[in-house]
């Protein structure tokens, strides 16, 4: 099982990143599940949801307190909370920045395994294409690239069944966009 855990701020569309996630998922055959954690609900307040996949039925509906990835859609969370933690050893964690991994989390760069902690600049392909800082598309199609279990298409799938029309098919832009980053940086490219 992939249990993975999303943090944001209130507006980023961190719940629904949980839900396309898990549509993405489902649209492959996998079971899945989302669901949030509201502290107050308030825009910019901080944000948790929860999203996990497998191969078979998910029984159990905790939040998850160890997961194999983490997706952080606004940085500055980086010194507000401890996102990271009980981050498996093998984890992913995805962050939401321009910058390297190496300039922002570089403890975590050393723990986690070589192309597991990654940044890419979702915001800012958001804004190219959403014309809105949304990077829940993003940050989503980078996971898909980062772990390999599911595939971009499904991602765009999932925001467009979800948003037909305009807004659904820019979102699957900054997912291409986003997926394409990371190939990249996966391919020996550069990170930021």
Do not use: W
């Not at 549509?23 to 996990?52: C, D, I, K, M, N």
């Not at 570089?106 to 392909?125: Q, Y």
Request: glycine share 8%.
């Amino acid at each position: 099982m992939l249990q993975i855990r999303l943090h944001g701020r209130g507006g980023q569309g961190v719940v629904t990143a949980a839900e396309m996630l898990s549509l993405s998922a489902f649209l492959e055959g996998h079971f899945a599940q989302a669901f949030p954690s509201f502290g107050s609900e308030r825009t910019g307040a901080p944000v948790v949801a929860y999203a996990r996949i497998d191969n078979k039925e998910i029984r159990t509906h905790e939040p998850i307190l160890e997961p194999d990835a983490v997706v952080v859609q606004d940085r500055t969370l980086l010194t507000a909370l401890d996102v990271f933690a009980g981050i498996s050893d093998q984890g992913f964690a995805i962050i939401n920045s321009a910058e390297a991994p190496e300039q922002i989390v570089p403890e975590l760069c050393e723990r986690l395994p070589k192309g597991h902690v990654l940044t890419v600049p979702a915001t800012d392909f958001a804004m190219q294409k959403i014309g809105r800082p949304l990077p829940g598309a993003p940050m989503i199609a980078a996971l898909a690239a980062a772990t390999g279990v599911f595939k971009l298409e499904s991602v765009q799938k999932s925001f467009q069944s979800r948003y037909p029309g305009k807004v659904g098919d820019a979102n699957a832009e900054t997912a291409a966009l986003a997926y394409e980053f990371i190939m990249n940086v996966k391919n020996g490219g550069q990170n930021a």
